[in-house]
C-alpha cells in the first residue's frame, strides 16, 4: 500500500479550508486519503481525530477534539463533519466504573461545542483517552486478514514488536476505550493499536505522521500475507451456463422467497433488491472446493453483521433444473438457524432484544456468483461492497492459515446493539418502497413523467425505450433529480419477443425482479381509413398490441415465479371508449391494449397480481419532454378537426370538462394509485382525461 501524502494537494487543502485551521484542513485532507481506498474503509467503517483548542464566545481556548461524525463518509468529509468537544471533560469520564452505551452518546452530544453538529462517532473516547494529536482508525483488510486466525495474536506480535500495542477484542464503546488507554500506557512508544478481529489505529504529532504510520503498518501486513501465501482455492465448480444467464433465472425465485410477508392485505409483501455481482475473484470463491467451510464463518469485523447479518446463505450444490425448491429448503433452513442464533443469544445473556428479520443479506451460489439484498438498492450496495472484501479476505487466510470470526455471542452484541435497536420503527417507507417497477416508452412524455412519479413513491425503476439517446437523456434526468441508484435504462424494441425477454432478464439481474410493469411505448398514425396503407396500419398494431403482449406475457412469466402479486398498469386511452375519426390503427390497437389488460387481470388474479389501465386524453408533453407521438401524429390530428396544429392543444383542453391540460405526471399519479394497492381493484380502467362526457361508460 503506497502512501498517497503530496505536499501540493496537503496545501490546497489548507488554503481550502483556511477558515477551520491548518490542523482540521490537514485532518481533512488524509481522512479523506484513508477514506479512498476500500482495503482500508467501507461505509463507515472507519473514524480520525484531531486534538487542539476551541475558542468560545468569552473568549476563552478550550481544550478540544475534533472526532468524525456520523453521516460523514471519510473519503468525502470536511470540517462540519469533524464536531468538536470538550476534550478535558471527555478525559474525566475515564474514572467512571461503567458508562452504558445510551448515556456515553448523552455525554457526547450533551459536550459539543455546536449543538447542530452531527453526532460524534462512538469510538470518540477511545481517541480522547489517547493522548496524540492526530489518531486515524481504519478496518483494513491487511490488517483483519492477519487478526482473524486462531493465531491472529501470536502473528501479529511478532511480525510488529515492539512498534504496535495489541488490544484484544472488545465492543467498541467505553470499555474499549479504556482497554485501549491501559494497552498504550503500558508502552507508550508505539506507533499505533492492532485491535483484533476489529482495525487498526495509528497516531503521530501531525497528520502527515499519523497517516504515513498507518500506511507503513498495514504495509507489513500486506508484505506478510504475500511471504505466507502457501495456497490458493480449487477450482470445483463447473457451472452450466453464464453467470449472467444463471442470475436471471435464479434471482426472480428467490426474492420471492426473501419476501417477508406482512399480514397486511392490501401491502402483504415486504420486499428487497439486489446487488448482484459476479467477478472472477467472487466466481472462483463459490465455484471453489472450500466454498462451502469459508463462507460458513462469521464476518471480518462485528460492525458488518448490521449490513450483512453474521452469515451468508449458501447453495453448495446448485441443480439449476430444481432451482426453486432448492433455494425455499435453502431459506426455510437459514431462517430456523437464524431464529435459534437469536433465541439462544437472548437466553444466554439475559436480555430483551427487539427479533430483527430472518432473512439473509447475502446470498452466494457456484455458478452464479453473490446476490446481495437490500430495502434500496443503495443499501444492497453496501452489503455487496462489504461481501466483496469479506471474499478476499477470507481467500488472503486461507492461503496462509485457517479463518476464524468472532464467536456468535459478540457478533450478536453488535448485530442487537442498543443503539441500532432503538432506530428501528422510526422511518416510514415510502409505499412503493423495496418494489421494483419497468416503464416502457420510458424516453417520451408520459414514460419519462411515470417513471419520475414511481421513484418518487420510493421504486426502483427499469426505464425502457427503443431510443437510446433520449433514453439516455431520460436517465440523466432522473439521476440529477433523485440519485444514480434511483433508476437504469435499457434499450428495448417492445416488437421483438426476444428483445423483450432481454428486459426482464436485466432487471432481474439489476435489481432481483420486478413488481410493477407499466406497458406504455406507443406510436400514432392519422390517416381515413380508405387512406390509410397496411404496412402503417400493421406498424401500430405492432407496438400498441402486439407490444403490449409481449411485455405482459414476460411480466406474467416473472410475476409468477416470484410468487409475490405485483401490478401491470397499462397505459390506455381515452380513444378506447370514445374513438376519434381518421385514426382507426391508433383506436383500434389501444382497443386490444384495454382488452389484454381484461383478461390479463382475471388469469392472474390468482397469483395476486393485480392490472389496471389508465386511460389519459392527449398528454402533450411536461417541461422538457415533448410527445414523440404528437410531434408526430399532431399535424394530421388538428386537419382532421379543422384546426391549426398551433391550436391542437387548446382543443384537447376545451373539449374537457374541467378544461384541465393534461399532463404526464397526471397519468404518474394514477399509476402509483394503483401501484400502491391503495383499493382492491383490478381489470379497472381510471380515465386521466379532464372529463370527456363521450368517454363516459356505457
Ligand atoms: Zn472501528
Known amino acids: 500500500m503506497k502512501s498517497l501524502w503530496k505536499d501540493e494537494d496537503a496545501r490546497e487543502y489548507v488554503e481550502r479550508f483556511k477558515a477551520a485551521g491548518e490542523d482540521v484542513a490537514l485532518r481533512v485532507y488524509t481522512s479523506r486519503l484513508i477514506g479512498r ?27 478540544a477534539i475534533f472526532v468524525k461524525g456520523s453521516g460523514w463518509n471519510l473519503d468525502s468529509i470536511e470540517p462540519p463533519g469533524f464536531p468538536g468537544l470538550d476534550l478535558e471533560y471527555l478525559k474525566r469520564l475515564r474514572n ?8 456515553m452518546v448523552n455525554q457526547l452530544r450533551t459536550h459539543m461545542f455546536d449543538a447542530a453538529g452531527p453526532n460524534p462517532s462512538v469510538e470518540t473516547l477511545l481517541h480522547a483517552f489517547l493522548p496524540h494529536k492526530f489518531i486515524d482508525h481504519s478496518h483494513a483488510d491487511a490488517i483483519l486478514a492477519l487478526t482473524n486466525r486462531p493465531d491472529g495474536e501470536s502473528v501479529v506480535r511478532e511480525l510488529y514488536g515492539d512498534r504496535i500495542g495489541v488490544v484484544p477484542y472488545v465492543m467498541p464503546g467505553f470499555d474499549l ?37 498507518h500506511i507503513a503498518l498495514v504495509t507489513t501486513a500486506e508484505q506478510w ?28 425465485v428467490l426474492r420471492g422467497l426473501l419476501a417477508e410477508a406482512t399480514g397486511e392485505p392490501d401491502q402483504p409483501w415486504r420486499r428487497m433488491v439486489l446487488e448482484w455481482r459476479a467477478s472472477d475473484e467472487i466466481l472462483d470463491f463459490v465455484n471453489a472446493a472450500e466454498f462451502e467451510k469459508l463462507a460458513l464463518t462469521g464476518p471480518l469485523t462485528p460492525d458488518h453483521v448490521i449490513r450483512t447479518k453474521s452469515l451468508p446463505m449458501i447453495v453448495a450444490e446448485p441443480d439449476f433444473d430444481n432451482i426453486a425448491e432448492q433455494l425455499q429448503e435453502a431459506v426455510t433452513a437459514y431462517r430456523r438457524i ?101 416503464v416502457t416508452g420510458a424516453a417520451g412524455a408520459i414514460g419519462s413523467a411515470v417513471c419520475e412519479c414511481l421513484i418518487e413513491a420510493g421504486a426502483q425503476v427499469v426505464a425502457a425505450d427503443i431510443n437510446a439517446e433520449r433514453l439516455a437523456e431520460t436517465c440523466d434526468e432522473l439521476a440529477q433529480r433523485h440519485g444514480k441508484d434511483s433508476r437504469r435504462g435499457v434499450v428495448c424494441d417492445v416488437t421483438d419477443e426476444a428483445s423483450v425477454a432481454a428486459l426482464f432478464d436485466e432487471c432481474a439481474r439489476l435489481y432481483g425482479g420486478v413488481d410493477v410493469v407499466v406497458p406504455n411505448a406507443g406510436v400514432a398514425h392519422s390517416r381515413p381509413l380508405d387512406e390509410l396503407e397496411p404496412e402503417d396500419f400493421k406498424r401500430v398494431m405492432d ?22 402479486g405485483g401490478n401491470i398498469i397499462v397505459i390506455g386511452s381515452k380513444n378506447v371508449p370514445a374513438p376519434g375519426a381518421e385514426f382507426a390503427a391508433y ?50 390530428r388538428a386537419k382532421a378537426h379543422g384546426i391549426d396544429f398551433a391550436q391542437l392543444e387548446e382543443h384537447y383542453r376545451n373539449r374537457n370538462l374541467l378544461r384541465a391540460r393534461v399532463t404526464g405526471r397526471h397519468v404518474g399519479n394514477a399509476v402509483v394509485f394503483f401501484a400502491s394497492n391503495r383499493t382492491p381493484t383490478t381489470g379497472a380502467s381510471l380515465p386521466v382525461d379532464g372529463g370527456i362526457a363521450n368517454a363516459f361508460p356505457r
Open 37 to 63: 481506498d476500500p482495503a482500508l474503509v467501507m461505509h463507515g467503517g472507519g473514524n480520525t481525530s484531531v486534538k487542539g483548542t476551541f475558542r468560545n464566545l468569552l473568549g476563552d481556548a478550550v481544550s
Open 338 to 438: 437464524y431464529n435459534a442464533y437469536f433465541d439462544d443469544c437472548v437466553r444466554r445473556k439475559g436480555v430483551q432484544r427487539i427479533r430483527l428479520d430472518d432473512y439473509p443479506r447475502v446470498v452466494l451460489m457456484p455458478g452464479v456468483g453473490m446476490l446481495c439484498w437490500g430495502a434500496t438498492k443503495k443499501d444492497a450496495r453496501i452489503a455487496a461492497d462489504i461481501y466483496e472484501h469479506t471474499i478476499r479476505v477470507k481467500t488472503l487466510v486461507h492461503a496462509s492459515g485457517e479463518y476464524e470470526a468472532l464467536p456468535e455471542g459478540d457478533l450478536f452484541d453488535v448485530e442487537y446493539w442498543p443503539l441500532e435497536q432503538a432506530k428501528l420503527g422510526k422511518s416510514r417507507p415510502k409505499p412503493l418502497a423495496g418494489q421494483v417497477a419497468i
Open 225 to 252: 500475507l504475500e511471504r505466507e501465501r502457501k495456497r490458493g482455492l480449487t477450482p470445483r465448480f463447473d457451472a452450466p451456463a453464464e453467470a449472467a444467464t444463471l442470475c436471471a433465472r435464479v434471482a426472480p
Open 587 to 636: 383506436s383500434a390497437s389501444k382497443a386490444a391494449g384495454h382488452q389484454l389488460a381484461r383478461v390479463a387481470a382475471l388469469e392472474l388474479a390468482k397469483d395476486g397480481v393485480r392490472v389496471n389501465i389508465v386511460a389519459p386524453d392527449a398528454v402533450f408533453g411536461d417541461g422538457g419532454h415533448a410527445s414523440g407521438l404528437w410531434a408526430e401524429v399532431g399535424p394530421d
Open 96 to 103: 467512571l466504573p461503567a458508562l452504558d452505551d445510551t448515556e
Open 543 to 564: 407496438v400498441n398490441a402486439t407490444g403490449y403482449f409481449h411485455v405482459m406475457r414476460q411480466a406474467a412469466k416473472v410475476l409468477r415465479a416470484q410468487g409475490t
Open 177 to 213: 476505550a479504556k482497554v485501549c488507554a491501559e494497552v498504550l500506557e503500558n508502552n507508550p512508544r508505539v506507533e499505533g493499536l492492532v485491535l483484533l478481529k476489529h482495525g487498526l489505529f495509528s497516531f503521530g504529532e501531525s497528520a502527515r505522521q499519523s497517516y504515513d504510520r
